[in-house]
């Protein structure tokens, strides 16, 4: 069980989350199907109807600034990292999910989105978890599944144990066990990805969970020694194999070349070069880093890929941008909780918890053909969104969706 109430159109609703599953598997559709849907989305954004739009002119400056850089280092950008064909790209992705343009359509339709998304995420997860067990979806004693990279897999078990653990406010007691063996599941499994992001985060996001269903400190002191124990015993019987993920830590140490330390220190000295404006949108000098074919860039860190593509200018509003979407989401949070959150409420805010931990440990913003991408844009368009349009949505509770 995924989704409480997807919409009155179940049709739809199912089409749309095989189509979401198919864009987050590298091996049924990939960047196809995921191209599709952000077309789709900018054709509902730009075409769908006549409702008057709002613009969000940080998010839009983020933009602008993305594309002066390229500009202003245009003739310096290496082809291999194809400036022109990505700010294309990036503007069509930001444009169908951020919060550039907005209206109560266009929050509605990126409200589906973003749980469609969601199931598609625990689709694949859970498929290549169970097909692990016959060590299927194994590259380099690694797991991927139908992931195209093992850290996309382990992004996607992170979300789904936030699934599970929103399923169990189920009254269903079914429900209430398989959303139990799935988080056992995402649990053994997130190790064998040696996504460590994910690995690490699960206190955080066991922690909010808790404070979040939690009438007084009475309340959540039991709830967490109850947990404490359980995932000691978990640990116990199961005994996650945490070799990749130590074996990831042993190579940090040793200062390899892809440890973050290596990637921070790469940023701060792209920085350093042109602390204005960047080097450059998607860019690095290939003297501190080393880029894939593709010309694929792992910045180590959302919040300092800004600073060192886009310099001093592009990281403060980038900065502002995101702490006038969260203050003001937290803001609403806050007041909410002295009532009771919804359980879609109570989802998007550790999703942003989870997201907000991806961004320090890797670029999730500025890579415009990559559905997680698409999926943080969406979450803060969202988490900016929701405040302003959920009153008048409630006024029409079929159009709501929750998870």
């Not at 789709?40 to 954004?45: N, W």
């Not at 022109?84 to 550039?100: C, D, N, Q």
Request: proline letters at 3%; charged letters at 15%; aromatic letters at 14%.
């Amino acid at each position: 069980m995924i989704l409480n109430k997807v919409s009155n159109n179940s049709i739809i609703d199912i089409l749309f989350i095989i189509i979401s599953t198919c864009a987050v598997s590298s091996y049924i559709g990939g960047p196809v199907v995921y191209g599709f849907i952000v077309l789709y989305s900018l054709y509902v954004v730009l075409l769908k109807d006549n409702e008057l739009k709002s613009t969000n002119y940080l998010c839009l400056s983020i933009f602008i600034i993305a594309f002066i850089s390229i500009l202003v280092n245009f003739k310096d950008i290496e082809p291999i990292f194809r400036p022109g064909e990505r700010i294309l790209m990036l503007l069509v992705v930001m444009i169908a999910f951020s919060p550039i343009i907005n209206n109560k359509t266009i929050y509605l339709h990126r409200k589906d989105m973003f749980v469609y998304f969601s199931a598609g995420l625990l689709f694949m997860a859970i498929i290549s978890a169970i097909f692990a067990f016959w060590n299927i979806g194994y590259v380099k004693g690694v797991l991927r599944g139908l992931s195209e990279w093992p850290n996309s897999l382990g992004y996607a078990l992170g979300l789904s144990n936030i699934i599970m653990l929103i399923g169990l406010k189920s009254s269903n007691r079914v429900v209430k066990i398989c959303c139990l063996a799935g988080i056992g599941l995402c649990i053994v499994t997130i190790p064998e990805t040696g996504t460590r992001t994910s690995w690490y985060s699960l206190p955080v996001i066991f922690l909010i969970y808790i404070f979040f269903n939690s009438e007084s400190i009475k309340s959540w002191l039991v709830k967490f020694l109850s947990l404490t124990v359980a995932l000691i015993l978990f640990f116990a019987l199961f005994k996650p194999d945490l070799s990749i993920i130590e074996a990831k830590n042993e190579l940090a140490r040793k200062r390899g070349e892809h440890s973050r330390e290596k990637l921070f220190e790469a940023r701060f000295e792209e920085f350093k070069s042109s602390p204005i404006i960047g080097i450059g949108t998607f860019r690095c000098l290939t003297q501190y880093q080393k880029v894939d074919a593709n010309g694929h860039v792992e910045s180590g860190n959302s919040f300092l890929m800004f600073l060192s593509m886009n310099g001093i200018i592009g990281f403060v509003v980038f900065i502002c941008f995101y702490i006038h979407i969260m203050s003001g989401f937290i803001k609403y949070i806050y007041i909410k909780r002295k009532s009771e959150l919804s359980t879609f409420e109570q989802y998007i805010s550790l999703v942003l918890v989870f997201n907000f931990i991806y961004m320090l440990q890797s670029g999730a913003l500025l890579n415009p053909g990559f559905y997680l991408t698409g999926f943080n844009w969406l979450s803060l368009s969202i988490a900016y969104m929701y405040p302003r349009y959920c009153k008048i949505c409630n006024d029409k509770g079929n159009e709501i969706k929750q998870l």
